[in-house]
């Protein structure tokens, strides 16, 4: 099956500073790559994602960059502010249907005013 | 649209009793999958059911189980708890369809197994 790797598993960083998030996963076949945000006591949020056949989507402050030939994807958080403090979990699934997802272990992002 | 809900919120168990919870999903929406998370763990699939049949089926033990009804509500019971079942249960919902990937989060049960 599907294994996801997430790295780092916390982040501490000044507001307005970058943060980036990489996960890798093992699946050639996974084709949907969600990102969840997870503030304490909260439910997982989706606030991002992307499919195969994009490179790169940007909202906003926040991007998610794709390289399937190397199966890695990483969340980018420009301008942060203290309200991008949470856990980031990525995910990867593969096609059709019957999807079922794989969740990295998570980041705790900190961002320091 | 109302959002994925679940109940109850909070649950305390003893060991060796059994527990039934609840999830409504996205109106319209087919799918819902169950996830146990723990601190040391992450986020782990249980299992997903669709249009009341389970496709899809996690590394639990057989004392988990669950099913869903004719109107996308499901359940899921945990049957002769233990200490390690203490955690967060999560549903999430998706449409379903081949088109539709996104999947959205319930708040959560929190049960807490003594």
């Known amino acids: 099956g599907e294994n996801v790797e997430q790295h780092p598993s916390t982040l501490s960083v000044q507001e307005g500073d970058s943060a980036v998030i990489k996960c890798t996963y093992s699946?050639?076949?996974?084709?949907?790559f969600p990102w969840y945000k997870q503030e304490l006591g909260k439910r997982p949020q989706l606030i991002i994602d992307?499919?195969?056949?994009?490179g790169e989507k940007k909202d906003q402050r926040i991007a998610v960059t794709l390289n399937k030939t190397a199966k890695h994807f990483s969340l980018h958080i420009t301008e942060t502010q203290p309200e991008d403090s949470a856990v980031y979990f990525c995910?990867?699934?593969?096609?059709?249907?019957?999807?079922?997802?794989?969740f990295g272990s998570g980041t705790k992002l900190n961002v320091k005013p | 649209k109302a959002g994925v809900t679940q109940t109850p919120r909070y649950l305390i168990k003893t060991r060796g009793q059994q527990v039934t919870l609840s999830c409504s999903p996205i109106?319209?929406?087919?799918?819902v999958s169950w996830y146990q998370q723990t601190p040391g763990q992450g986020l782990q699939f249980l299992f997903e059911?669709?249009?009341?049949?389970?496709?899809n089926k996690g590394n639990f033990p057989g004392r988990f189980s669950g099913r869903q009804f004719s109107n996308s509500r499901s359940e899921m019971n945990v049957s002769t708890l233990e200490l390690g079942d203490s955690a967060l249960y999560l549903c999430?919902?998706?449409?379903?369809?081949?088109?539709?990937?996104?999947?959205?989060f319930g708040p959560g049960t929190r049960l807490t197994v003594t």
């Open positions: 992307i499919r195969s056949n994009v």
């Open positions: 999430a919902s998706r449409s379903g369809t081949a088109l539709s990937y996104e999947q959205y």
């Open positions: 109106s319209g929406h087919r799918s």
């Open positions: 699946d050639s076949a996974s084709n949907y």
């Open positions: 059911y669709f249009s009341e049949t389970q496709r």
């Open positions: 995910a990867a699934s593969t096609r059709g249907n019957f999807n079922k997802f794989y």
